[in-house]
């Protein structure tokens, strides 16, 4: 077909040529109808030029385009041949002094993290290297295309905008200046008509919808009937489906079928067909049908010859109009004029608009080519950037629809624009002002997300999966509220203020259908059959995360805003706690004379969620009401009196209990489901607006309510307070024989609530909460990961949370706490913690894991041995707490804590069966530690005119009330302090002791609070006595304790010796025959001493203990005990070889213990040294053949060893190996033995 159409294309081009284009401007420019000449023109040459059979030739149609097309048009445009018109436009232009440059993908960007305003202010490589931000902190990537560079753009740097090019252009911005200004009258009106003419035919034709007719204006009188089988490109089949289906749809090879879908990939579409009609619709046919079955099949269109070409040149006409206003700054500002002119049709008929919205109908190619002439127009004229970002506000909810139903990538979406308007902060501001976009962006978001449970909470149970594909296209939505509020405003408007809370009221809204989503029940008896969906709402949270940080630092800038903010959320949160009543009843508690009213809820019986938002932001609130000193300031506007903090703690509290239920082992059958939900919680993405501020909300609501109050609502809740309101509990326990399973859950939840307690008085880092800075924050995040070990700076990196600008704010602190240590020629630099800043370390820091916490703690007490200190780890010296939160202090001192701290100590002494623990004692032993801390800078810091309130050391010396008549907290301690069992806490109960020491002494000596001293003298004079005879009776008790046990010792020695008296009898003359070689071969001068042969000297070796990697098991390394192997690599070698081409002729009799180094390669063999049990060993190997076999062959990924090769990894260290060498005996030994055995030959 191609050969019959040569002829006529080449009579074509040759017609084509003769056109001239100074002509056809000549009769443009006398045309009375403008519009209709041009359309004729174009009518008539664009088939003849564009698709003129299956093959085109871009260069060939590009070049008669710009001949017969475009030529006249620049003809009209400048009224003279356009080389000499463009050329004096860019003489009288000005240049602009934005850079503007659109990035390729894959091309390189810079981001400097000292002075942009946000991370998506970048620069390209010119302007990065030609500024002064090369000297300063900087982040590159590589583009993804679509973005252009921000030089010059004031907005979006602290310092140095321009770089040294575009400096030379920044007079222009002190003044603004008309760039129509340097037009002439004649060349602007002819530029407004001939741009309206061609701008409308490029959007009419590509938003043309017909596939077999052209609008009126274009349409030929003589009518080929040629067609195209366009092929358009979707993201949701395959390479491998398109190619086979191209190749059974228009018997093409594969080579050709590879090409097509190459191109629609790139393009957005490609012909796959050319001929008459029913032609292309057999092949459309095929393609349907095969690809129907499994998902919606590829889109694929007949379409006339004609509307093609015409498409063709709208797409070339477009990027024709990107360069011509390149010429000029007057240019682009009247395209910007034709673009968004309104039409006859009134809202959303302009040129922008109509594009915009048909976006998700055009194709790759087309959006493209349309994005970039935007960028290059609309978006580098300030005054009309304006202008667009309220038109894309506007359109902001129906893009997004499209978008999210839309199957390409965002990055070929008009949605995409909202990351270069958004982020300009003037804009922003306007648009939240004038169009309300906060509010918009939320509600568009919500309208999408319609599956809601009985409660109105969003559901994401059995997500199908388009669904789930939906969901993740409309998560795009919450990035642009990020960067509609990424740049915080410096000046508030009244307009400013209302829409700002318009908007957090919808983000209420939001966070309220978040309220107690997924909520879960634990599972008894049978295990859970089908995992519940919940990375769904983790994902929403995690997305959420700074948003919702965002939105606090918005409201801490204003503070008619910030107690606005407030009310309407404490609002809301009353709402959600009147929908959950879970069918709670009302119970009353009642420990130590102290009485509450709470209701009856247990967490392992009823629902409980772990998604509480709504709570957490009244939390964040609520400490930005103390930082800013608003509480102080206007405690009349607020409304503190109408807060119930039984309310406010209800259901962190709960969360928090789940997580201690959760790692007793309680919820277990509920599958991994939750166990992931608890370590999300905990994580460093998360934690900062979940874990954290439950934590925040908890200190909240024990610094309004009686301490007392609070531990036993937490008594309740973490079902443990039938075990301390009941006297004489741990006898009652061990006198009868519990199920061992529930005391060691019941220890663990003791031991979870323990910490949580150390936690709340503890935790006061938070600039609100504690009286310190966000540099303290983050010195003390660096100093407890480094406490653990010494870290990269990557690794640390990692440990730390990031901001809304990817920061973790380390560099500015790093160097205070912790010492730099440079790599040596292999490994990483590391980080070392300032031995200085070992005193701040804390045992119980809340962002621990366990297995950090267990790491940190052997770390911290190998370095004190290390120093020759004793090993106590006592709490550190902490901040004072901000005046909101003053009064949580008294936690430590109330009546129900005591009972806690008596009763705890108590089980220790008696030492009676499972009841106590370790760890148990160890968080009671760091309360006290922080109560005497506390004590101490009470009476450091205290006033004259104060009274001191806070009297720990006093109620410790007491003894307990009738009718237990308990010994008190420090007479317990003081009997623990020789406890044999307790060796490992003994050096922290001296320094309790010691610090308890101190602090008396400074009550003693200080005169602030006579009355309160007097009274203290009399009860520790009485209280004295007490624990004098208390503490005399203990000791006797103790001695005749230690007389009995020490008896029974020696009756049980005495008996082992008598029943294995030959046994004994061996060792005994084993011990005197090395004793007197030791003692006596050293010493004898004239012995004769013989180091090799037969006649060797018996010399004692020293006994060699090594620990086996995989079971952990000591053992000595002897003749008698298991075999012990090393990894280790074994692989040819040339390194030791003399004559490389030498090879050993008879390898199967050759010697291989005597190799020659003649030879062209020897052996080498390297081992990391760690070892195993034979046994351990083979079983840890096979193990490892046997998962291999396992596996699919298509689901085995490239691994760095070969396991049919006999090659593993090392268990500890993963150095590749590929045997094991024996650890054997010292050869000496080995030759003793052989001697031996020939004495028993001689005289056997």
Known sequence: MASELEPEVQALDRSLLECSAEETAGKWLQATDLTREVYQHLAHYVPKIYCRGPNPFPQKEDMLAHQVLLGPMEWYLCGEDPELGFSKLEQTNKPSHLCGRVFKVGEPTYSCRDCAVDPTCVLCMECFLGSIHRDHRYRMTTSGGGGFCDCGDTEAWKEGPYCQKHELNTYETEEEEDPLVHLSEDVIARTYNIFAIMFRY????????????????????????????????????????????????????????????????????????????????????????????????????????????????????????????????????????????????????????????????????????????????????????????????????????????????????????????????????????????????????????????????????????????????????????????????????????????????????????????????????????????????????????????????????????????????????????????????????????????????????????????????????????????????????????????????????????????????????????????????????????????????????????????????????????????????????????????????????????????????????????????????????????????????????????????????????????????????????????????????????????????????????????????????????????????????????????????????????????????????????????????EEKQHLENVMEEHVITFTFTQKISKPGEAPNNSPSILAMLETLQNAPYLEVHKDMIKWILKTFSAVKKLRESSSTSPVAEAEGTVMEESSRDKDKAERKRKAEIARLRREKIMAQMSEMQRHFIDENKELFQQTLELDSSISAVLDNGPVVSDMTLTALGPAQTRVPEQRQCVTCILCQEEQEVNAESKAMVLAAFVQRSTVLSKDRSKFIQDPENYDPLFMHPDLSCGIHTGSCGHIMHAHCWQRYFDSVQAKEQRRQQRLRLHTSYDVENGEFLCPLCECLSNTVIPLLLPPRNVFHGYCLIEEFRKYG
């Not at 978040?514 to 909520?519: I, S, V």
């Not at 005591?898 to 008696?910: A, D, F, G, K, P």
């Open 202 to 933: 490029a959007v009419e034709i590509l938003t043309w919808e017909k596939e077999s007719e052209l609008p009126p204006d274009l349409e030929m009188i003589e009518k080929s009937d040629t067609y195209y089988c366009m092929l358009f490109n979707d993201e949701v089949h395959t390479y491998e489906q398109v190619i086979y289906t191209l190749q059974k749809a228009v018997n093409c090879t594969q080579k050709e079928a590879i090409g097509f879908a190459t191109t629609v990939d790139r393009d957005g579409r490609r012909s796959v067909r050319y001929g008459e009609f029913q032609y292309c619709e057999q092949a459309k046919s095929i393609i349907v049908r095969n690809t129907s079955r499994q998902t919606k099949p590829l889109k694929v269109q007949v379409m006339h010859s004609s509307i093609v070409a015409h498409q063709n040149f709208g797409l070339k006409l477009l990027s024709w109009l990107g360069s011509i206003i390149g010429y000029s700054d007057g240019l682009r500002r009247i395209l910007c004029q034709v673009g968004l002119q309104e039409g006859p049709d009134g809202e959303n008929s302009s040129l922008v608009d109509r594009l915009m919205l048909s976006d998700s109908k055009l194709w790759k190619g087309a959006r493209s080519v349309y994005h970039q002439l935007f960028m290059s127009s609309l978006l580098m004229d300030l005054k009309y950037k304006k202008l667009f970002a309220v038109r894309f506000a506007k359109n902001y909810e129906r893009l997004q629809s499209d978008y999210v139903t839309d199957d390409h990538d965002r990055e070929f979406s008009i949605a995409d624009f909202s990351v270069q308007i958004f982020t300009v902060p003037s804009l922003a501001r306007m648009l939240i002002t004038e169009e309300n976009l906060m509010t918009t962006i939320i509600k568009t978001f919500m309208d999408h997300l319609r599956h809601r449970d009985v409660q109105g909470r969003f559901q994401f149970e059995r997500y199908t999966a388009l669904q789930a594909f939906k969901f993740r296209r409309v998560q795009s939505l919450i990035l642009d509220l990020k960067y509609v509020l990424i740049s915080k405003p410096t000046e508030w408007s009244d307009g400013l203020r209302q829409k700002f809370l318009e908007g957090f009221d919808a983000f209420l809204e939001l966070l309220k259908c978040m309220q107690g989503m997924d909520p879960i029940t634990r599972q008894v008896g049978q295990h859970i059959e089908m995992e519940p969906e919940w990375e769904a709402a983790f994902t929403l949270q995690m997305k959420l995360t700074h948003v919702i940080s965002m939105i606090q630092d918005w409201c801490a800038l204003d503070e008619k805003v910030l107690i606005e903010a407030y009310k309407k959320c404490l609002a809301v949160l009353m709402q959600c706690h009147g929908g959950f009543t879970d069918g709670e009843q009302p119970v009353t508690l009642s420990i130590c004379g102290h009485s509450v009213e709470t209701i009856r809820y247990c967490v392992s019986k009823e629902k409980v969620s772990i998604h509480l938002p709504v709570s957490r932001l009244l939390a964040g609130l609520h400490v930005l009401l103390s930082k800013s000193e608003v509480a102080y300031k206007f405690p009349e506007l607020l409304p503190l009196s109408e807060l119930s903090p039984p309310m406010l703690i209800e259901h962190p509290l709960r969360c928090l209990v789940l997580c201690a239920q959760v790692h007793a082992g309680m919820w277990r059958r509920n599958g991994f489901s939750l166990v992931n939900q608890i370590y999300y919680y905990h994580n460093v993405k998360c934690r900062r607006e979940m874990f954290d501020k439950d934590i925040v909300m908890l200190q909240t609501g024990v610094s309004m309510m009686d301490p007392n109050h609070f531990l036993m609502i937490m008594l309740s809740r973490f079902e443990l307070y039938q075990i301390f309101s009941t006297p004489d509990y741990g006898k009652k326990i061990s006198s009868e024989t519990p199920h061992k399973d529930l005391v060691q859950q019941n220890n663990t939840l003791i031991e979870e609530m323990l910490y949580l307690i150390i936690m709340l008085v503890g935790e006061r880092f938070i600039p609100g909460v504690g009286q310190v800075n966000a540099t303290d924050e983050i010195k003390r995040e660096i100093i407890h990961q480094l406490s653990i070990k010494p870290m990269a700076h990557s690794e640390l990196v990692k440990s730390l949370p990031e901001d809304e600008n990817k920061e973790t704010g380390m560099e500015s602190v790093i160097e205070a706490v912790a010492h730099f240590k440079k790599p040596g020629l292999t490994g990483r630099g590391m980080y070392e913690l300032k031995p200085e800043c070992a005193k701040e370390f804390n045992l119980y820091f809340y962002h621990f894991s366990r297995a950090e916490q267990s790491k940190a703690e052997e770390a911290q007490r190998k370095l004190k041995r290390q120093n020759k200190e004793d090993t106590a780890l006592p709490p550190p010296v902490l901040p004072p707490f901000c005046p909101l939160f003053a009064s949580l202090v008294n936690i430590l001192q109330s009546d129900v804590m005591l009972l806690i701290m008596r009763t705890v100590l108590q089980w220790t002494v008696e030492h009676s069966g499972h009841i106590w623990s370790e760890s148990m004692l160890q968080r009671v032993l760091h309360l006290i530690g922080m109560a005497l801390q």
